[in-house]
């Protein structure tokens, strides 16, 4: 089988590979690229655990073939600190101990980082909607969308 | 398994011509799902996204033309869209969750041909039209038409869907769709009904189209459903006429998500609803 040379962008750096064309993206980025912070969950779209975003837009990257990525720009886990310096969501994460086994927070992360960047000041409910779709069975949800909530409005003071 | 993804329709047709192992590929999340679980094993997967004008949405004589590819999420954000057709764009932001919504399509959604899918009910109130395009040139197709039962669509070898198209309709209309499931979200229909319908001067219903999802093999339009409303005043007694007449159209199953009864009553009960909503729409006002 012949593999597909695949030219991207991936947390703003530009990127090559070679992949399967059965390989989804989140394949391509954790096995052939090394960045194993896109975690995989449920492998069908359910749980959100390898949330990335493509050209701006939120996606499961299980749902996505490797071959798709061509051209396009992804972004991942680890695109979000800035070297040292940690993503206010982040931050916030860890100060309000909005996690507890890890694997969901990667995704709901991006996904978070996702809604914010479109909806600077989103109501409880807003952030729930938007989360539905990222599954956490430690935490029971409270303290993620306590610290989304918390680092929107930090955000929204510091700007 | 090898992947295409031509720049043409012409190349697509070509790339899907006598290969009955390819499947399309628009937004992918029902497609790498099954693929995952090896419920299909194609020899080729056409991925239509590069292709002009599938990730249109387009102004089209009053009505709106959108592109296989266009996702839930670029839908929900079309303003116009949005305003003339709430009730399909809804339906379709039903569709599993943020991420899901950035990569579902209207045309995915239609050839999954599940029963319970949320945006037929909802194209098919809207009296929407598939654009199918094929070794035989371009043709178009009800959007009631296209599912022939679970799995089963009306779409020939090498054909797919490259766009649907939402008509045009007169002043003073308006859609809804609305849907039961146990929880508040990301769920499948146990019972999803669709109403479009246009007002005359004097608050009387001039035109209706009233459809139902997951209670019957695939979608069905509710013809009795309609007539109920027509040159009537939604009162109460219209009201109960159409729900009466969505009730006994449906023709559910017993399963785990709900028995023939409760899927009967609650096919009246959104059909209730779901015309209230599109009458206040209808009026201009925000439902």
Known sequence: MSQIHVTTKINGDETEFLCEPEDTLLDVLRDRLGLTGTKEGCGTGDCGACSVAVDGRLVCSCLMLGAEAEGREVATIEGMAKGDQLHPLQRKFIEMAALQCGICTPGILVAAQSLLERNPDPSEEEVRYWLAGNLCRCTGYDKIIRAVMETAADMRRAS | ?287
């Open chain 2, 1 to 287: 398994m090898r992947y295409e993804a031509p720049l043409s329709v012409e190349d697509a047709v070509a790339a899907l011509a006598g290969q009955p192992g390819a499947h399309v590929l628009a937004g992918g999340t029902d497609l790498l799902v099954k693929l995952r679980s090896e419920m299909i094993e194609p020899e080729v997967i056409v991925d239509i996204k590069r292709i002009d004008g599938m990730k249109d949405i387009r102004a089209e004589e009053g009505g709106w033309r959108i592109g296989a590819a266009v996702s839930g999420a670029e839908m929900s954000e079309h303003e116009a869209l949005v305003a003339d057709w709430p009730g399909v764009v809804e339906a379709a932001g039903l569709i599993g969750s943020t991420q899901v919504q950035g990569r579902a399509t209207l045309a995915g959604n239609l050839c999954n041909a599940s029963p319970a899918a949320d945006s037929v009910p909802a194209m098919v109130a809207a009296g929407a039209v598939a654009r199918i395009v094929g070794p035989n040139g371009s043709r178009d197709l009800a959007v009631i038409d296209v599912p022939q039962g679970p799995g089963k669509t009306a779409l020939e070898p090498g054909e797919f869907i490259a766009s649907i198209l939402l008509p045009a309709r007169g002043q003073q209309s308006g859609d809804a769709y609305l849907r039961f499931i146990p929880r508040t979200e990301m769920d499948i229909a146990v019972v999803g009904c669709g109403v479009s319908l246009s007002l005359d001067s004097e608050n009387r219903v001039s035109a209706a189209r009233v459809s139902l999802g997951a209670v019957g093999p695939k979608v069905m339009l509710v013809e009795e459903a309609a007539e109920a409303l027509k040159r009537r005043v939604l009162d109460e007694a219209a009201l109960d006429d159409l729900a009466a007449a969505c009730s006994k159209a449906a023709t559910p199953i017993d399963d785990k998500r709900g028995t023939v009864d409760f899927r009967r009553h609650v096919a009246g009960v959104l059909a209730r609803r779901a015309a209230v909503i599109a009458a206040t729409r209808a009026k201009g006002e925000n439902a």
